[in-house]
């Protein structure tokens, strides 16, 4: 399969309307159930998902509902959106060819609360008793990852996955499309191996664009790991590779980031127990 893939509010609905634009066949619905009336606002044009943008796996194929079985062998020329966690449990018999896109991490963090907003005011309340939270506070009561931290975890595991299951793999950053649709679309569309250009590149609207970086407020966040954050978004920005001071940089910045964050949730587990 052809999977698009990256951190939520990263570019990859626009991906696939690019792709499917450009006459290639897509799995996964513009709108998939109340979504339309929830969080359209969020992407006027379609998030084009399936049951499997959290993995091609054990608990989504066979559907754990109707029994039915994907064969990779029928959905190869496929493209399917696959977020980052799906993609590193997906198995590999699905992985053909990879396209990965990359927001910055303080326009994704403004962005990806939007989201959650709309979600919680457009979502009614309701369960046997006549109430239930919205699917945002449920993440919140979870413990969900603070939207920088999920940028930074999740774009270096996705990473750390290309580098050791060695698949192809194409990244590039929502900017640098922006900045150029014809001179981006066309090598990957070359890449893939078919597809028409010009009603692909007309299905990039710049103006559906609703948020800019802005500053970051999480405290998690300090100067030195937020320079880390920068470079990498900046060395996928110009289109170059990582180099190995800053892959070293990355490693020692995660193995910090990712303590703290054990142990923030280790206390906040015993404050509510």
Known sequence: MILVT??????TSMWMQILQAAGLP???QAFPGRWGDSIRDANPRGFYESRFRMGLYYRTNPDPRSGEFVHPDAVADQVCKVFVPGLLRTDFAFV?????TMRPWREYAASLQRLYDLEKANTPPRDELGERDSASEKRVRQGRLPA??????????LIRDVTTRRYPFHLL??????RDPAGEIGPVLDWLGHGELEPAVAAVDPGLRTFHATAHQDPRVDDEAAAVFDALYEAVDQGGDLSPDLV??????????AKAWDEERATALEQRT
């Open 6 to 11: 990256g951190t939520k509010r990263s570019g």
């Open 173 to 178: 950053t929502y900017d640098r499309l922006l």
């Open 26 to 28: 897509v799995l996964g």
């Open 96 to 100: 053909g060819r990879v396209l990965a």
């Open 248 to 257: 070293s940089e990355m490693n020692r910045i995660h193995l910090r980031l």
């Open 148 to 157: 920088a931290l999920e940028w930074w975890f999740e774009n270096y595991e």
